[in-house]
C-alpha cells in the first residue's frame, strides 16, 4: 500500500499537467444544446404536438397516448440527428443519487425487420424492475413492480458518456399502488401546495397573480484530489471521506485559499465540466476557490425549484464522471478532512409570480412592500413553528460532522435578517394590541423598498454563521449538506410555507369577515406573527457557545444527530402537516422515516467497517513494522557496545507505538462487538442511536486519535495511506 502511495505521489511530481480542454467558444451558443427545449420542440413537432406539450409542460394538463406517440417521435428524430441509440427514464430514487435503465430505440419487427422506434407508451410510462431500490417497506419484494412516469415541467436532454449517447427523459417513480418511490414526487407536490397557498394570498395585493413558482439557486461545495492518491486511501473511495489522517501542519490557517487563483489541474476541470453543464442547459455562473485547500464552489443563475433541483443532481453526476477524465476524484461529502472546513449545499430559495415579482424582495411602493412583509414574516413564521422538520430535512449522516461542529450552521435552526429588518419587524411588534388606526399607515409606507437593497445587496450585513439567513431578496439555507438532493429540504420548506399561507389567509379573512379594513387586518396578523416566532431571530454568531446557551434559554431545538432529528418525520404534527397538503400520506412518511434511518445505519456500518479494517489491516502493521526497525536498531546498538543512553529515544519511541497499537486492537475489538450488539435490535430507531451512540460514538473519535498519533511518529516511508499534506495539496 505504500507503494500506491509512492507511486502516487510520483506520478504528480512528473506529470501532472492538466487533461487538455477546448475552449467551447461562447457559452450562449452552446447553452441548452442537449436540451429538448420548447425552442427545439417547436421544430420537431406538429403544431397540435407542440401544443399539447407546451400545456402539459406550463400547466400539467395529461398527455394522451397518440399525442405522447407524436412528442416521441419529435424527439427521436432530434435525439438521432445527434447520434443518440438508446433512450431511458431518468429518476432520483431514494437513495438520493440518480437512477437511469437505457433501452434502445432499436427493435425487430415480427418479421425480423429492424427499425428504430420510440413509442408515446415508453415516453409516458415505464416500470423498471426496481426491487432493490430503497422503499421503506412500502413494495414488499414480490410486488416488485415500480413506475416510471414522464414529468413534462422537467425538459428531456442528452447525456454524454464518452462516444455514448442517450436521451434521458426525467421522471418520477411511484409504486403499483401509487406511493411515491423518489424525491421528486413530494417535491413537485410540495410545488402544487405552496402555488396554491400563495396565490390565493397574492389576491389580496394583486388580482392578476395566477401562479407562484418557488426558485432555487444552489451552491454546490466539493473538494477535488487526485485520483492517483485516491486509490490508495480505501476510506475515501469507500465512504467519501478520510476517516484517519493526522491534520497537516498548514491548513487552512493562512486563509491563502479562498477565492485564490484557480490551480491549472483544476481549472481545465471545471471547464471541462461546465461545459458539459451549459450543454444540459444548467447555467453555471460562479466559480471559486472555497475556504479550505482543495475546496471549491460553483453556483447556477437561480431557476424554478424542480428544474433546479435536476440540475443539481445532474451537475453532481457530471461532475463525478468528468473527474475522471482528469484523474481527479470529486468528492461531495460533507466532511471529506477532520480539521478542515466542510462542504454545503446554500440553497438560496424565494417565490416569484407569473407577473413577474420576486415575493421576497422588497417593493417599490408601500402596497408591494405590504407584499414583501407578509411573505417575509411568513417565512419566519413557517422556519419557527417547524423548526424540527428543518432540521430533519437536512440530517445525514454526513452532515452531522458539520451542524455540531463550529464551523457550519449549528444544528439549532435560527434566521438572520439583518439590522435593519429587525428593526422594521420591531417597530411591528410595538404597535400595541395591533391597534393599526389610519394615523399608523404610516407603517405601510416604511421605505423598506428603499433601504434594504442597499444595506444587504452589498454583503456588509450579512452574517456567514446562520442556518438561514435573508439575504436581500432571498432566503439563504446554509445548513444543507453538500451530498444533498435539495428536493428534501425543499419539499420541507414549501410545505411548511404553504401552511402557514394557509392559516394566514385564514386569520386575515376572520379580521376582515368582522368589518376590518384589508390592509390593517393584514398587519395585525403580521404582528401576531411576529410576536410568536420573533425567539427564532437571531443575528450573532452562530458558532459560538453563547448562542447554545441563549438558545436553550429560549426553548430552541439543538438536535445533534440524525437519528433523533429524524424523529420529527414521524411526530403527529408532520404527519398532519403532509397529508392536509397531499404530500405524503402517513403510510409514506412512515416508509421515508425508516429509509432515512436505514441510510444513517449503512453508513456508519461502512465507516465502521472500513475503520476496522484499516486499523488492523495497515495501520497496526506500518507500526509493528517500525517497531522491528528500533529494536534492529536497539539491538545493533547494544552489540556495537554503546550504553543505554544511547537508545533510550528509540525505546521511548517503542512504547509509544505499543500504547497506541494496543489502544487502537481494544477499541476496534469493542467496536465490532459493539456492531454485533445493535445489528440484533430489531427498532429500525433504536439500532440507529445504538450505531450512533454505542459504535460510533464510543469508538470512532478514539480509534482515529491513537491512529493519526501512530502517522505522526511512524517512518514516512512505511506510512501506507496518503497524507493529508498531500491530498491537499498536491495537484
Ligand atoms: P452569494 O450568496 O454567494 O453572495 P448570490 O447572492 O449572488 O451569491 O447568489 C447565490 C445564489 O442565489 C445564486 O445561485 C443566485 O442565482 C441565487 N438567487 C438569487 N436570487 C434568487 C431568488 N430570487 N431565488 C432563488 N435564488 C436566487
Ligand atoms: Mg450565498
Known amino acids: 500500500m505504500s507503494s500506491l502511495r509512492f507511486n502516487a505521489i510520483n506520478n504528480l511530481a512528473h506529470h501532472a499537467n492538466p487533461y487538455p480542454v477546448k475552449s467551447a467558444g461562447k457559452i450562449a451558443d452552446i447553452f441548452n444544446e442537449n436540451v429538448f427545449t420548447l425552442k427545439t420542440a417547436r421544430h420537431y413537432l406538429s403544431d397540435e404536438a407542440y401544443k399539447s406539450l407546451l400545456a402539459s409542460t406550463r400547466g400539467g394538463k395529461k398527455i394522451d397516448r397518440a399525442m405522447g406517440n407524436n412528442i416521441a417521435n419529435g424527439m427521436k428524430a432530434w435525439a438521432e440527428e445527434k447520434g443518440v441509440t438508446h433512450f431511458t427514464h431518468w429518476f432520483q430514487p431514494l437513495t438520493g443519487l440518480s437512477a437511469e435503465k437505457h433501452d434502445s430505440f432499436f427493435t425487430l419487427k415480427g418479421d425480423g425487420t429492424p427499425i428504430q422506434e420510440f413509442e408515446g407508451a415508453a415516453l409516458i410510462q415505464q416500470e423498471p424492475d426496481a426491487s432493490s431500490f430503497p422503499s421503506g417497506g412500502l413494495r414488499a419484494t414480490f410486488e416488485a413492480r415500480g413506475y416510471t412516469a414522464w414529468d413534462p415541467s422537467s425538459p428531456a436532454f442528452i447525456m454524454e458518456t464518452g462516444e455514448g449517447k442517450t436521451l434521458c427523459i426525467p421522471t418520477i417513480f411511484v409504486s403499483y399502488t401509487g406511493e411515491s418511490l423518489d424525491t421528486k414526487t413530494p417535491l413537485i407536490k410540495a410545488a402544487v401546495a405552496l402555488d396554491k397557498a400563495a396565490v390565493e394570498v397574492c389576491q389580496y395585493f394583486d388580482k392578476n397573480v395566477s401562479k407562484v413558482n418557488a426558485t432555487l439557486g444552489w451552491e454546490q461545495e466539493y473538494f477535488v484530489v487526485d485520483a492517483g492518491l485516491a486509490t490508495a486511501r480505501p476510506d475515501l473511495l469507500l465512504t467519501g471521506r478520510t476517516i484517519f489522517g493526522h491534520a497537516p501542519a498548514k491548513g487552512q490557517q493562512l486563509e491563502d485559499h479562498y477565492f485564490g487563483a484557480i490551480p491549472e489541474r483544476i481549472y481545465a476541470f471545471m471547464r471541462d465540466f461546465e461545459n458539459e453543464s451549459y450543454r444540459l442547459g444548467i447555467p453555471l455562473r460562479t466559480r471559486h476557490n472555497e475556504v479550505a485547500p482543495a475546496q471549491f464552489e460553483c453556483a447556477p443563475i437561480f431557476e424554478e425549484m424542480n428544474i433546479a433541483v435536476d440540475h443539481n443532481t445532474l451537475l453532481m453526476d457530471i461532475m463525478t464522471r468528468v473527474a475522471k477524465r482528469h484523474n481527479l476524484l470529486v468528492l461531495l461529502h460533507e466532511k471529506p478532512f477532520a480539521g478542515i472546513n466542510g462542504s454545503g449545499k446554500h440553497n438560496n430559495w424565494s417565490m416569484s409570480t407569473d407577473t413577474g415579482v420576486n415575493l421576497l424582495a422588497p417593493g417599490k411602493t408601500p402596497k408591494t412592500n405590504l407584499m414583501f412583509l407578509t411573505f417575509f414574516v411568513n417565512s419566519i413564521k413557517a422556519v419557527h413553528d417547524y423548526a424540527e422538520l428543518i432540521r430533519a430535512s437536512i440530517a445525514s449522516a454526513g452532515n452531522d460532522h458539520r451542524l455540531g461542529a463550529n464551523e457550519a450552521p449549528p444544528a439549532i435552526i435560527s434566521i438572520f435578517i439583518g439590522k435593519y429588518l429587525t428593526d422594521v419587524l420591531n417597530q411591528v411588534e410595538k404597535r400595541v394590541g395591533g391597534n393599526f388606526d389610519e394615523q399608523d399607515e404610516a407603517m ?288
Open 444 to 731: 405601510l409606507k416604511l421605505d423598506i423598498h428603499k433601504s434594504i437593497p442597499e444595506l444587504m445587496l452589498d454583503n456588509t450585513d450579512r452574517n456567514r454563521t446562520s442556518p438561514f439567513a435573508f439575504t436581500g431578496n432571498k432566503f439563504e439555507f446554509r445548513a444543507v449538506g453538500s451530498s444533498a438532493n435539495c428536493a428534501g429540504p425543499m419539499t420541507v420548506l414549501n410545505t411548511i410555507m404553504a401552511e402557514t399561507l394557509k392559516n394566514f389567509k385564514t386569520e386575515v379573512d376572520g379580521l376582515i369577515e368582522k368589518g376590518e379594513k384589508k390592509e390593517i387586518a393584514i398587519m395585525q396578523v403580521i404582528q401576531k406573527y411576529i410576536v410568536e416566532s420573533k425567539k427564532v431571530l437571531f443575528e450573532g454568531d452562530g458558532y459560538s457557545e453563547e448562542w447554545e446557551k441563549e438558545a436553550e434559554k429560549r426553548g430552541l431545538p439543538n438536535i445533534k444527530t440524525t437519528p433523533v432529528s429524524l424523529d420529527a418525520y414521524s411526530a403527529a404534527k408532520a404527519k398532519k402537516l403532509f397529508e392536509d397538503h397531499h404530500i405524503y400520506t402517513h403510510l409514506e412518511l412512515e416508509a421515508r422515516h425508516e429509509i432515512m434511518l436505514e441510510a444513517y445505519i449503512k453508513k456508519v456500518q461502512i465507516e465502521a467497517r472500513v475503520m476496522g479494517d484499516l486499523a488492523t489491516t495497515l495501520i497496526i502493521p506500518a507500526a509493528l513494522k517500525y517497531q522491528n526497525v528500533l529494536v534492529e536498531n536497539i539491538k545493533g546498538l547494544k552489540e556495537a557496545g554503546l550504553p543505554e543512553t544511547a537508545f533510550s529515544s528509540q525505546k521511548a519511541i517503542l512504547t509509544k507505538l505499543s500504547e497506541h497499537i494496543g489502544t487502537i486492537s481494544t477499541h476496534v475489538a469493542a467496536m465490532i462487538e459493539a456492531r454485533k450488539q445493535a445489528n440484533d435490535i430489531a427498532d429500525t430507531r433504536a439500532k440507529a442511536i445504538a450505531y450512533c451512540e454505542e459504535v460510533k460514538g464510543k469508538h470512532f473519535d478514539e480509534i482515529r486519535y491513537h491512529a493519526d498519533k501512530l502517522e505522526l511518529v511512524v517512518a514516512d516511508e512505511l506510512w501506507p495511506l496518503p497524507k493529508y499534506r498531500e491530498l491537499l495539496f498536491l495537484r
